[in-house]
């Protein structure tokens, strides 16, 4: 039997004088009417198809995500330099949202949604990605634990202002920072080529900046954290290639410095030329004994036997001389055992490349902390006697 469709076909496809002889009543018109109806048919289950295929690619390629407002309340932290994917996955990984796709795509449809903040964000698993942008983009959600740490402050001193801020007892702080390297701090660091006894130690290691500290994260996250920053700026200044080839000493030894400059000057314009006193006095042989006879050593000395700290005028000979202090400058060559505090930026800048001068002294002269320097006692004695003047000394 000949299908009626090929018919149909044939008879609208083929031309020729054979095809236009047809008996009345032949049932042409018949065919072609179900012909045609065939071919809608046909042409609409196609297009159903095609549709259905499309509507399940599409589905394919949406992104995964939750259709609700969320459940159990968990927090996320989102860390300095995180991008958009890197908070996706993290939210991803606390099943915040279903994928991180929905949460980039609901960032990039949210006008401030590339401005969302490093810290610690209360949220509910299991929520709808746009919802979950709104949230972080809201102060209400942020868990605030952003603490700053000053330049010069000791390790003590930070581990108390930190423990303030999150909590965690001070004592965890100090078992924390017993072992440097673990936190982080490369060996090659505590290197020192100035007959010093070998100290290592967390001080000068724990930079100085606003960090925000994970509340659910420990003193020894806290810590590394500190010397992670520490590492990455100094990396960026090259300090440790730049302490050997330009100061021809090691780099524990330039970082020593810069937190004695630190703790000696009155403001920022000064650090580089305390530095160079501090260079003068032991390694330029213009100095009697090599010593530096700075009182802060004594300070930092109390602080690391819980003892308070006292002011350079109350301080006795005997206190500055003592046998048994490690960290006393007076009557002792070279620097002391470890950094006596924990240097910015300026103060490593200024150790590392401090301004030529012969100066082996200096005195606060105002009350704004700045410093007259001298490089004889003849010079220094005028400064002194200014200082005097302006109710300094």
């Not at 994970?214 to 730049?242: C, I, W, Y």
């Amino acid at each position: 039997m000949i299908d009626e469709l090929d018919l149909a076909f044939e008879d609208q496809g083929e031309k020729g004088p054979s095809r236009h002889r047809r008996k009345k009543g032949g049932g042409g018109g018949g065919k072609s009417a179900i012909a045609f109806v065939l071919v809608f048919l046909l042409l609409g289950a196609l297009a159903g198809g095609v549709w259905y295929g499309y509507d399940k690619v599409k589905g394919f390629f949406t992104a995964a995500d939750y259709d609700g407002p969320g459940s159990t309340e968990v927090t996320v932290q989102v860390k300095k330099g995180d991008t958009i994917t890197d908070i996706g996955n993290t939210l991803v990984e606390a099943d915040v949202v279903k994928s991180a796709a929905a949460f980039v795509e609901a960032a990039a449809e949210h006008p401030q949604g590339q401005n969302i903040q490093e810290g610690s964000y209360k949220l509910r698993t299991q929520m709808r990605a746009k919802d979950v942008v709104v949230a972080m983009l809201d102060r209400a959600s942020r868990i605030t634990s952003g603490v700053t740490i000053q330049e010069g402050l000791t390790s003590f001193e930070i581990y108390q202002k930190v423990s303030e801020k999150t909590g965690r007892p001070v004592e965890e702080y100090r078992a924390a920072a017993k072992d440097p390297e673990a936190l982080g701090i490369p060996d090659w660091w505590f290197t020192r080529d100035d007959g010093q006894k070998v100290t290592k130690s967390i001080e000068g290691f724990l930079f100085p900046d606003t960090y925000e500290f994970d509340p659910n994260a420990t003193a020894v996250d806290h810590l590394r954290l500190m010397v992670g920053r520490f590492l990455t700026v100094t990396g960026e200044m090259q300090f440790a290639d730049q302490s050997q080839k330009v100061r021809k000493i090691t780099p524990y030894e330039v970082l020593t410095v810069a937190s004695l400059a630190q703790a000696e000057a009155g403001n920022a314009e000064d650090l580089g030329k305390v530095a160079r006193v501090a260079y003068n006095r032991i390694y330029s042989g213009n100095f009697p004994c090599n010593c530096l006879e700075f009182d802060v050593g004594i300070n930092y000395y109390y602080q690391l036997n819980g003892k308070p700290k006292k002011a350079s005028k109350d301080m006795t000979r005997a206190e500055l001389y003592d046998p048994k202090n490690p960290y006393r400058l007076h009557g002792k060559e070279g620097l002391p055992p470890t950094p006596i505090n924990n240097p910015g930026k300026q103060a490593l800048e200024g150790a590392l490349k401090p301004p030529a001068g012969p100066w082996l002294f200096f005195v606060a002269i105002d009350k704004e902390g700045h410093s007259a320097f001298a490089a004889t006692d003849a010079e220094h004695e005028k400064n002194k006697a200014l200082a005097r003047k302006n109710g300094i000394l």
